[in-house]
C-alpha cells in the first residue's frame, strides 16, 4: 500500500504538535486528518476509516487511552500509537495492552518518529506483527542454542553440516560474544563422536603453570604438591572433541606440546614415562588475527596449519542484523521462562533502538542485555526505558564526537561541571566497553595512567 492511500488520524490538543505533525507526515505522501480533542476523534473515527491513529495520551476532555479503545472497538485493523510528554511505563504498558502498536516519549526525533510509523503501516497491526515474528523463527534454523536465518548464518550451518562427519581440525575465528563455541558444540553433536566426551578448554583462562598439568595430566609426586595421579583434558576427551578456546593465548612452549598431540596422538603425563595415544578431534577458536600472529612470532606456523585445516568464520552481530527480532523472541522466552515471568513482547521502538546500536559484545551482549531487562521488569513488554543499554550514553558520545551541542540552551543556564563530568563517564564507560571491562586496556584507550582511570571510576560512580 503507498503513502498516499494511507489515512493517519493525529489526535493533540496542542494545536502546534497537531499542525507540525500534519505537515511533518503530509510531506510522506499520508492522507493526515486532525482532532483537537477525544470526543472529535471518536466522531472521526466512528464516520471513517483510518490505517493509523497518531494520539496524545493527555488530552483536554477525554484520555487518550478512551480514544485508543474506541479506535479499536471501531476497527482492530486501526494501528494506534500513543505519544506523550507526561506517559510513565505503567500508562505505556496500559496502552499496549489495550492493543496500542507503541508509545513514543516526547520530544521525539522527526526520523524515529516517520520510521516508527512506517513501520506500524507496514506490519499492520500488533497480530500481523507476533505472526511475522512466529514465521520468522518458524525459518529459523537451530543447531543447538545457536538463533538465526541470515545468509551468513545458513552459510555456516552448511559448512558445519559439510564438516562435521569428518576428523579434519576445525579453526573458528570471530570477534568475542559471536557464538564461536556454539558453532562447535554444533559440530560435535552432528559428528560421529556425538555421544563421547566434549571437553571446553579456555586457554586463556588457565594459568601458564598449571597448563600442562591439566591438559596432559601428572603422576603423583612429579611436583611440589602433585599428591595424587591426575587424568589430563586431552585423556578425558579420548574418543571425542576437544575445543581449544582462545588459543592465540597458547604460550610458545604449550604450542610444541600441542602439536605433538595433533601429529602423532601421543603424549606423555607431567612426570611420566610412557606414551599415552588418544584419538580426539581438535576444534579450536579465535578472536585474534592468526595470521598476523604467526608473522610476529607469537603462534606457530606449523601449528596455525594443522589447527586451520578449514576455517568458519563468526559474522559480528552488527552484520547479521536480519537475525535480531528472532534472537530478542529467544532470549526473552528463555529468561520469562527461568524467572517465571510473563514477557511476552518487546516494543517495536525499543527494537529501533537495538537495531541502531552496533553491540561491540555481539549476542552475549544482547543476551545479557535482556536478561538484565527481564530480571529488572515488572510488565510483560520490555519498552525502551526497561532497556539496560547504554544507547542513550552511545548517542551522547556520537554527539560529542560529531559535535551537535545544543549550544543555545547556555542562554537559558548550564551547569557545565555537570555536562563536563557526563562527557567523561561516557566515554570511559565506552572504552571500559570496548575492552570487556579490562581497565588497563581501557587506560591505553583513553590516554591515561591506571591510576588516573581508577580515581575517575571511583569518582564518577561508574559500575565495575
Known amino acids: 500500500m503507498s503513502n498516499k492511500s494511507q489515512r493517519i488520524l493525529v489526535v493533540d490538543d496542542e494545536i502546534s ?65 500513543m505519544i506523550s510528554a507526561y506517559a510513565s511505563a505503567e500508562t505505556a504498558v496500559e ?14 526525533n522527526n526520523e524515529e518518529i516517520k520510521q516508527t510509523i512506517k513501520n506500524a503501516l507496514d506490519l499492520k497491526t500488533i497480530e500481523h506483527e507476533k505472526e511475522i515474528i512466529d514465521s520468522e523463527l518458524k525459518k529459523t534454523l537451530h543447531f543447538g542454542k545457536i538463533v538465526g536465518s541470515s545468509p551468513r548464518m545458513l552459510h555456516i550451518y552448511d559448512m558445519v553440516k559439510q564438516v562435521a562427519k569428518t576428523k579434519t581440525n576445525i579453526l573458528i575465528s570471530g570477534e568475542s560474544g559471536t557464538g564461536k563455541e556454539l558453532i562447535a558444540h554444533a559440530i560435535h553433536e552432528q559428528s560421529d563422536r556425538r555421544n563421547k566426551p566434549f571437553v571446553v578448554i579456555n586457554c586463556g583462562g588457565i594459568p601458564e603453570a598449571l597448563m600442562e598439568s591439566e591438559l596432559l595430566g601428572h603422576k603423583k609426586g612429579s611436583f611440589t604438591g602433585a599428591i595424587q595421579d591426575k587424568k589430563g583434558l586431552f585423556k578425558i576427551a579420548d574418543k571425542g572433541s576437544v575445543f ?51 608473522i610476529a612470532e607469537n603462534f606457530r606456523e606449523d601449528l596455525f596449519y594443522r589447527l586451520n585445516v578449514i576455517e568458519i568464520k563468526m559474522p559480528p552481530l552488527r552484520e547479521r542484523k536480519g537475525d535480531l527480532r528472532a534472537l530478542v523472541q529467544h532470549f526473552l522466552e528463555k529468561y520469562s521462562k527461568e524467572m517465571g515471568k510473563e514477557i511476552t513482547k518487546i516494543s517495536s521502538y525499543a527494537i529501533d533502538l537495538l537495531e541502531k546500536y552496533d553491540f561491540p559484545g555481539n549476542v552475549r551482549e544482547l543476551e545479557n542485555l535482556l536478561e538484565r531487562s527481564a530480571a529488572l521488569s515488572n510488565t510483560n513488554i520490555i519498552l525502551p526505558d526497561s532497556l539496560a543499554l547504554s544507547i542513550h550514553k552511545r548517542r551522547w558520545v556520537e554527539g560529542i564526537k560529531d559535535k551537535r551541542f545544543d549550544l543555545d540552551e547556555v542562554q537559558n543556564g548550564v551547569c557545565l561541571e555537570t555536562i563536563l563530568e557526563e562527557i567523561e563517564k561516557a566515554y570511559i564507560e565506552k572504552a571500559l566497553e570496548c575492552k570487556n571491562g579490562n581497565k588497563n586496556k581501557a587506560a591505553e584507550l583513553l590516554g591515561l595512567s591506571l591510576r588516573s582511570l581508577r580515581y575517575r571510576i571511583e569518582k564518577l560512580g561508574i559500575e565495575k
Open 244 to 294: 581449544l578456546d582462545e588459543i592465540g593465548e597458547f604460550s610458545l612452549p604449550m604450542q610444541v606440546k600441542l602439536l605433538r598431540v595433533i601429529q602423532e596422538k601421543v603424549f606423555k603425563e607431567v612426570g611420566g614415562t610412557e606414551d599415552i595415544s588418544v584419538d580426539i578431534r581438535i576444534i579450536s577458536a579465535t578472536n585474534k588475527n592468526l595470521e598476523k600472529e604467526v
Open 17 to 81: 504538535m497537531r499542525r507540525f505533525l500534519e505537515v511533518l507526515l503530509s510531506r510522506e505522501g499520508y492522507k493526515v486528518s486532525c482532532a483537537e480533542n477525544g470526543k472529535t476523534a471518536i466522531s472521526m473515527i466512528n464516520k471513517k476509516h483510518f490505517d493509523l491513529l497518531l494520539c496524545d495520551i493527555r488530552l483536554g476532555d477525554i484520555s487518550g487511552l478512551d480514544v485508543l479503545r474506541a479506535a479499536k472497538k471501531q476497527s482492530q485493523h486501526t494501528v494506534v500509537i
Open 95 to 108: 496502552a499496549m495492552n489495550e492493543g496500542a502498536y507503541d508509545y513514543v516519549p516526547k520530544p521525539f
